[in-house]
């Protein structure tokens, strides 16, 4: 039966392996829009936010990533928009992202949701 199982597990992983790893920020507080795209235009004027990471200085294939955040309030959709473009490094792996945010402002007495 044991032989079985390691017979019926290996068959299964013998293929090809794919795997997918998130980039890795420590500042999040200051990367409100890619953790919540609904804070694009928050604020009453153009916020950019820059954010660079670099771990293991010195090593060859060392993790690196770079973040740019865009977000403007826009009075034509009633809401924010933002821009994210993210660059992340790992070993020999290299990934680009760029994504598109909106936000619909409701507003509600004084303030907006």
């Known amino acids: 039966m044991k032989r079985l199982l390691v017979y019926i597990t290996l ?3 013998s293929g090809n392996l794919f795997s997918q790893q998130d980039y890795q920020i420590t500042h999040y507080m200051f990367d409100n829009l890619s953790f919540n795209p609904g804070s694009a235009g928050m604020y009453n004027d153009i916020c950019v936010t820059m954010i660079g990471r670099q771990q293991w200085s010195g090593f060859t294939g060392s993790p ?7 977000q403007s309030p826009v009075e034509i959709v009633r809401g924010g ?3 994210t473009y993210i660059s992340d490094q790992l070993g020999f792996e290299k990934n680009n992202i ?4 909106y936000s619909y402002h409701l507003p509600i007495g004084s303030g907006r949701l």
């Open 64 to 70: 690196q990533t770079a973040l740019i955040n865009v």
């Open 98 to 101: 760029a994504r598109l945010s």
């Open 81 to 83: 928009l933002g821009l």
């Open 11 to 13: 068959t299964l992983t």
